[in-house]
């Protein structure tokens, strides 16, 4: 029999000795179960979750000790990643011989009944890794899938490491449209003003002549969303032109 361990809140795992531990989780096939970890000779890799699971459960996690007979199917891998279906007895032993099981789970397509939770234990709250395993000393991605809106301290972390890379300030992008020599190279300067703060369409006026009718056609779309007169008088001169021609 297979001695798994399951890391969860406190405030749950008071109720488990009782009542078991209730299939919360969807594993990879959609099936609903719980999440476990091998024990293993090494605590560290036994608890690596702790660190990671902090970041998406409020308070105090602990260890749930979980005895499950070796027969049990279960599924075994590296989360994220198609897993593997096993036995109990087959996936903790899968998980001992690997060379690096860091990010590797146990999945029990099933409540745990109460005769198989043998204890509860209190954990250091600092234990494994957070993100992803190696993530130390790496920067880290806060694209929207990888850094959820609304995690802890994501609003931190993004204006530390911005996803995007930082705007272009006008300036360089008049630059830019001046040094702009063929029409394609006057567009991209055009479109990349389109979206920065409106103002200065007199730095535009002298593209309102320009031979190339995709030129005019960009200058009159960007200069939709411009204010002023200067921008009123270089849209009726663009609209006059096209009526002429």
């Known amino acids: ?9 406190h405030r749950h ?5 009782r009542g078991g531990v209730a299939a919360r989780s969807r594993g990879w096939d959609g099936d609903r179960g719980v999440y476990t970890m091998a024990v293993l000779p090494d605590f560290t890799l036994t ?25 049990e ?19 903790a032993g899968h998980v ?16 745990i009944r ?22 130390h000393g790496r920067r880290p991605c ?7 809106p609304g995690t802890p301290g994501s609003a931190r972390v993004r204006r530390r490491f911005p996803y995007d890379d930082p705007p272009v300030p006008k300036p360089q992008l008049m630059a830019d449209l001046r040094a702009a020599v063929t029409p394609d190279e006057i567009v991209s300067a055009l479109w ?40 009123r008088t270089l849209r009726d001169r663009l609209s006059a032109a096209g009526d002429a021609s």
Not at 73 to 91: K, N
Not at 193 to 207: I, T, V, W, Y
């Open 96 to 111: 001992r011989e690997l060379a690096d099981p860091r990010g590797y789970e146990i999945f029990v397509p099933r409540a």
């Open 114 to 135: 109460p005769t198989e939770v043998r204890r509860i234990r209190a954990l250091p709250q600092g234990i494994g890794w957070r993100h992803v395993p190696d993530a």
């Open 1 to 9: 029999m297979p001695n798994l361990v399951h890391i969860t809140p």
């Open 142 to 148: 806060t694209c929207p899938a990888c850094l959820q």
């Open 47 to 71: 608890h690596q979750w702790v660190r990671e699971l902090r970041r998406w459960k409020p308070g105090v996690l602990v260890a749930v000790d979980l005895r499950l007979p070796g027969d």
């Open 192 to 231: 990349a003003l389109s979206g920065r703060r409106r103002g200065g369409a007199e730095e535009l006026a002298h593209l309102a002549d320009h031979p190339d009718p995709e030129v005019r056609e960009t200058l009159a779309d960007l200069l939709a969303g411009y204010r002023g007169r200067s921008a």
């Open 73 to 91: 199917p279960v599924t075994v891998g590296r989360y994220g990643r198609e897993p593997l279906r096993l036995t109990a007895a087959e996936a």
């Open 13 to 17: 795992a008071t109720r488990m000795p």
